[in-house]
């Protein structure tokens, strides 16, 4: 399954939008009235730029703020995420801004998180010059791969848990092993932070999205992750997270029902043999019910195992 990274980027800017700015824009953040309501423009934004919502790997987010001194401004949050490199990207921005100001007539902040690999030498601006005009667009631009990871880990801001866990996911790349290491230490920074259960879930979720692992390493992931804390809530979880979780769980009791089986058989026969202890790995429910009900009145293992009774 490819990485997800466009899903987890809107929930959690809706949701977080001031420790958003507060992390990768703090001097933008410091201008803004936090008092005063915050809203969110997305169906404005589809309408005046539709490629900002529908386009491939992109999180757009059109914010309207109130400064300090009670102006109100528009600000617009472009988190590019593709995929591969795309020469026009600082045309697209300027583009965006000015639709927006056309409609509103109010000055726009363009905000760029540039969050791939390829984003190492993207020019923050756009401009031509023509007999005599000149045009000249610049708007600030994060790297999120100029972060150092430590000093991440180490930060009390979510978003730099979740710059970490973007990083995580690039480094990881199939990697699967390795992926599972640190999507559990970053789960677990989130519980040592001390924050509300809602809060903790919503990055929980964020970072299990993006980090996404093989079904069977995912379950075993979140059971793992369940057991270690008991402030977890299924509630809270995303539906793929809950999946994980439910068939971790019936894949832990049908691999109890088979060592009981196991068990059982080796007291009143003996050592297994090598291709039973393997039909007993393999089998289903099913299967391990009716060698169970076999068991009971079995003199020899072929009692149990005998071609009639094979699924």
């Not at 992750?225 to 793929?240: N, R, V």
């Amino acid at each position: 399954m490819p990485d997800q990274y466009d899903p987890p980027w809107k929930i959690t800017l809706s949701r977080y939008f001031q420790e958003f700015m507060a992390f990768y824009f703090p001097a933008a953040h410091k201008q803004i009235d936090w008092q005063q309501p915050i809203e969110f423009l997305d169906t404005e934004l589809e309408q005046i730029a539709p490629d900002a919502i529908t386009g491939p790997r992109r999180a757009d987010k059109l914010v309207r703020v109130t400064l300090f001194n009670g102006a109100a401004k528009l600000v617009l949050v472009h988190i590019e995420v593709q995929s591969r490199y795309s020469d026009n990207f600082a045309e697209r921005i300027f583009i965006y801004n000015y639709r927006i100001f056309n409609q509103h007539r109010l000055p726009v902040a363009s905000l760029a998180i540039l969050a791939d690999t390829d984003y190492g030498h993207t020019s923050p601006q756009y401009g031509y010059k023509i007999f005599g005009c000149q045009m000249h667009f610049k708007f600030p631009a994060i790297t999120l791969r100029s972060y150092d990871l430590n000093k991440l880990l180490k930060s009390k801001n979510p978003f730099a848990l979740l710059t970490a866990a973007h990083i995580q996911t690039q480094r990881t790349r199939h990697k699967h092993t390795e992926r599972h290491a640190a999507k559990l230490h970053l789960i677990t920074l989130l519980y040592k932070r001390g924050w509300p259960r809602e809060r903790i879930m919503d990055f929980a979720n964020v970072i299990g999205w993006m980090m996404r692992l093989p079904a069977e390493m995912e379950a075993a992931f979140w059971q793992e992750i369940k057991q270690k804390h008991e402030g977890f809530a299924m509630e809270y979880m995303l539906p793929f997270v809950r999946e994980a979780l439910e068939k971790g769980e019936a894949k832990g009791r049908l691999r109890g029902q088979a060592e009981l089986i196991e068990i059982q058989l080796t007291e009143r026969f003996g050592e297994l043999p090598a291709p039973i202890r393997r039909r007993l790995e393999e089998a289903d429910t099913e299967q391990l019910s009716r060698w169970g009900r076999a068991l009971l009145n079995a003199t020899s293992l072929n009692d149990v195992f005998s071609p009639a009774r094979r699924a």
